[in-house]
């Protein structure tokens, strides 16, 4: 008998499988990135196909198989999509998501790094879906990039880029810091990301 996992998850990404299946990238408070299957997701009966797309925030209900997690259920908790579209954020919150992807390989061992990340994305889809300009939110976007960067021990403090605050959660704060700042904090992301060759 397979216990049954509860986490609020981020919907980062995710691929279709077969006909109806779709397996999802998953940012997890508790346990970082997540690749659960879906099981007919896809179809048109399906209760959760609403629920369990891209830019979505669930609480999700995990069963972990011999070789993969199988998501059983799940709870809409807040779609982001359609804000961040009417905002024309869709291109940066994607990019955050990505990065995210990128650099995170399966579950953390780190409880208090997976919950920095996950602050660091629901944060800043939650800024960019509110509506910025595009200066606010090229500077959201670097902010976000630096905190994943430095929650995961990629990057250090950088001289030329204001200090972000311990919080990992994106700020007006910190993103009013950053804006003068956007050129230097993206030669240091690019840097990182090309040290440690990414």
């Known amino acids: 008998m397979h ?30 990135l997540i690749q659960a299957r879906s099981i007919g997701v896809r179809a048109e009966r399906s209760k959760l196909r609403y629920a369990v797309q891209d830019f ?16 059983t259920n799940a709870v809409l908790l807040r ?15 994607a990019r955050v998501a990505s990065l995210v992807s990128r650099l995170v390989h399966g579950e953390g061992e780190h409880p208090a790094e997976c919950a920095s990340l996950f602050a660091t994305v629901e944060s800043a889809w939650s800024m960019l ?9 090229d500077a959201l976007e670097a902010a976000a990039a630096l905190k ?21 959660a994106v700020t007006f704060e910190a993103v009013a810091a950053l804006a003068p700042a956007r050129r230097e904090a993206i030669e240091a992301i690019n840097r990182a990301l090309r040290e440690s060759h990414l």
Do not use: M, N
């Open 56 to 71: 979505a925030l669930l609480r999700c209900y995990l069963v972990r198989g011999k070789t993969e997690w199988r998501l």
């Open 129 to 137: 879906a509110s509506g910025l300009d595009a200066d606010s939110a």
């Open 148 to 168: 994943i960067l430095r929650a995961l021990g990629y990057l250090a403090e950088t001289p030329g880029v204001p200090v972000l605050s311990a919080d990992p």
């Open 3 to 32: 216990s049954l996992v509860e986490v609020d998850a981020l919907v980062i990404g995710g691929k279709p499988r077969g006909e109806a299946d779709r397996y999802v990238t998953l940012l997890t408070r508790e346990r970082g």
């Open 79 to 93: 779609h982001f999509h359609a804000d961040l579209a009417a905002a024309r954020a869709l291109p940066p919150a």
